[in-house]
């Protein structure tokens, strides 16, 4: 291929579809090289399909907060394109976001493909090329140079002044991400952190979990433990199911889980009522009881638990009869069924797999990044962006919103 190009992209996901497109508004030449035979395969199938665009937390010193350690590196580049910039971006292309629950922001459609339609249009504009179905073989590179001196695939060479990797991390290998973009920058000369589930459920081998498959359960506050000692507590979505536990609340603790489990056992506790004491509790318990005196306690479980509870209660054995009549329950019974409202053990085996993963951690670290331009430090016609970086972060729209600006601020060649 003796063409050459001002900028190829490697990769037509959200990080990518940005940056070609974002190039070819400034004038430049661009290639997308994706190796799926659509753009935004992994774009199509995030937020449950109705894609969550960003987080509208729109102070970006707040935003930045949930990066931890990295924050320090993405003040420039969020200078250059923030979450306001992102939803005029949309709302430009006549597809307007509206902002729900933890400020996670989606399509007014609900539709995951509006913003894949979107952005493709984006990427599909005047000075931009896409080939499809051709994956990238090698990435050739000239250390003393500092330079990226072409791509090869099974078509045959592609030559640019440029270069953008944006093949995303290693989850939902499904849609392509399958680490291929870590062989080739680590084969040239980057660091390369090891990549690992980091927004991810957890595995339980607890039967009453797996026997809650599919219930799912808002404010509740679960504690983690390692060898018996508190860790952490988060309060939020509990989703159960047939291998453990998932949920919003779940995926943002999956890091931290992680690296408790490398420390020794880790259990968890689950507080149903974490705004009740165990005083206020047992006494709407006992009030409960003597408005059903003649009931049976399998019959007034579910009148004692959150909906969807009642049978996990029961699993328990608390009262082993369960057709005792709830006026025969004894106080220290009824002490530990508050107790165990409080404090529903639940024993961690782990962590799911990439396959499960929401969102994988791995990649490029920043030190290695000239996060005001996104150039590599290694190589002068080299940027990186979106999920090729080694950046920890927690679902609800902070890994697009980081796609987005990392992608827009690449795409300016700077």
């Given at each position: 291929?003796k063409?050459?190009?001002?900028?190829?992209?490697?990769?037509?996901?959200a990080s990518?579809m940005?940056?070609?497109?974002?190039?070819?508004?400034?004038?430049?030449?661009?290639?997308?090289?994706?190796?799926?035979?659509r753009?935004g395969?992994?774009?199509?199938?995030?937020g449950?399909?109705?894609?969550?665009?960003?987080?509208?937390?729109?102070d970006v010193r707040?935003?930045l907060k949930?990066?931890?350690d990295?924050?320090?590196?993405l003040?420039?580049?969020f200078s250059?394109f923030n979450?306001?910039?992102?939803?005029?971006?949309?709302?430009?292309?006549?597809l307007?976001?509206?902002?729900?629950?933890?400020n996670?922001?989606?399509?007014?459609?609900?539709?995951?493909?509006?913003?894949?339609?979107?952005?493709?249009?984006y990427?599909?504009?005047?000075?931009?090329?896409?080939?499809?179905?051709?994956?990238v073989?090698?990435?050739?590179a000239?250390?003393?140079?500092?330079?990226?001196?072409?791509?090869?695939?099974r078509?045959?060479?592609?030559?640019a002044?440029?270069?953008?990797?944006?093949?995303?991390?290693?989850?939902?290998?499904?849609?392509?991400?399958?680490?291929?973009?870590?062989k080739w920058?680590?084969k040239?000369?980057?660091?390369?952190k090891?990549?690992s589930?980091?927004?991810?459920?957890?595995?339980?081998?607890?039967?009453?979990v797996?026997?809650l498959?599919?219930?799912?359960?808002?404010f509740?506050?679960?504690?983690?433990?390692?060898?018996?000692?508190?860790?952490?507590?988060?309060?939020?979505?509990?989703?159960?199911?047939h291998f453990?536990?998932s949920?919003?609340?779940?995926?943002?603790?999956a890091?931290?889980v992680r690296?408790?489990?490398h420390?020794?056992?880790?259990?968890?506790?689950i507080?149903?009522y974490p705004?009740?004491?165990?005083?206020?509790?047992?006494?709407n318990?006992?009030?409960?009881?003597?408005?059903?005196k003649?009931?049976?306690?399998?019959?007034?479980?579910?009148?004692?638990?959150?909906?969807?509870?009642?049978?996990?209660?029961i699993?328990?054995?608390i009262v082993?009869?369960?057709?005792?009549?709830?006026?025969?329950?004894?106080k220290?019974e009824r002490?530990?069924?508050?107790q165990?409202?409080?404090?529903?053990?639940i024993?961690?085996?782990?962590?799911?797999g990439?396959?499960r993963?929401v969102i994988?951690d791995?990649?490029?670290?920043?030190?290695e990044?000239?996060?005001?331009?996104?150039?590599?430090?290694?190589?002068?016609?080299?940027y990186?962006?979106?999920d090729?970086?080694?950046?920890?972060?927690?679902?609800?729209g902070y890994?697009?919103?980081?796609?987005?600006?990392?992608?827009?601020?690449?795409?300016?060649?700077?």
């Amino acid at each position: 291929m003796k063409e050459k190009y001002d900028l190829i992209v490697i990769g037509g996901g959200a990080s990518g579809m940005m940056a070609a497109g974002a190039a070819a508004e400034n004038g430049k030449k661009v290639l997308i090289l994706e190796k799926n035979p659509r753009l935004g395969e992994k774009l199509s199938i995030t937020g449950g399909g109705r894609c969550n665009v960003t987080n509208a937390t729109f102070d970006v010193r707040e935003f930045l907060k949930k990066f931890g350690d990295s924050a320090k590196f993405l003040f420039s580049p969020f200078s250059q394109f923030n979450i306001q910039d992102t939803f005029d971006f949309f709302e430009k292309r006549n597809l307007p976001l509206v902002v729900e629950a933890r400020n996670r922001a989606f399509p007014k459609t609900q539709k995951a493909s509006d913003v894949v339609k979107v952005m493709k249009k984006y990427a599909s504009g005047k000075n931009i090329n896409i080939s499809t179905g051709n994956p990238v073989i090698k990435v050739v590179a000239d250390k003393e140079q500092r330079n990226i001196k072409y791509i090869e695939t099974r078509i045959g060479k592609y030559y640019a002044d440029n270069f953008i990797i944006a093949t995303g991390g290693s989850s939902h290998q499904e849609t392509g991400s399958t680490g291929d973009g870590f062989k080739w920058l680590k084969k040239i000369g980057h660091t390369v952190k090891e990549s690992s589930p980091n927004i991810v459920p957890l595995k339980a081998s607890d039967k009453w979990v797996k026997d809650l498959s599919g219930t799912s359960l808002s404010f509740m506050k679960i504690t983690f433990f390692v060898n018996g000692k508190k860790s952490f507590s988060k309060v939020g979505k509990i989703l159960f199911t047939h291998f453990g536990l998932s949920g919003p609340l779940i995926l943002n603790s999956a890091h931290k889980v992680r690296d408790l489990l490398h420390e020794g056992s880790v259990t968890a506790k689950i507080d149903c009522y974490p705004d009740t004491d165990h005083g206020s509790l047992e006494k709407n318990i006992l009030k409960t009881f003597d408005n059903n005196k003649n009931k049976s306690f399998k019959n007034i479980a579910k009148e004692i638990t959150p909906p969807g509870l009642e049978n996990a209660l029961i699993e328990f054995h608390i009262v082993d009869d369960v057709n005792t009549k709830v006026n025969s329950v004894t106080k220290e019974e009824r002490k530990e069924i508050v107790q165990l409202l409080k404090a529903m053990p639940i024993n961690i085996e782990g962590l799911m797999g990439m396959d499960r993963a929401v969102i994988s951690d791995g990649g490029i670290p920043l030190s290695e990044v000239d996060t005001r331009t996104m150039k590599s430090k290694l190589y002068d016609n080299l940027y990186l962006t979106g999920d090729i970086l080694h950046i920890n972060r927690p679902s609800g729209g902070y890994s697009l919103q980081l796609c987005w600006t990392t992608g827009y601020v690449a795409g300016q060649l700077g």
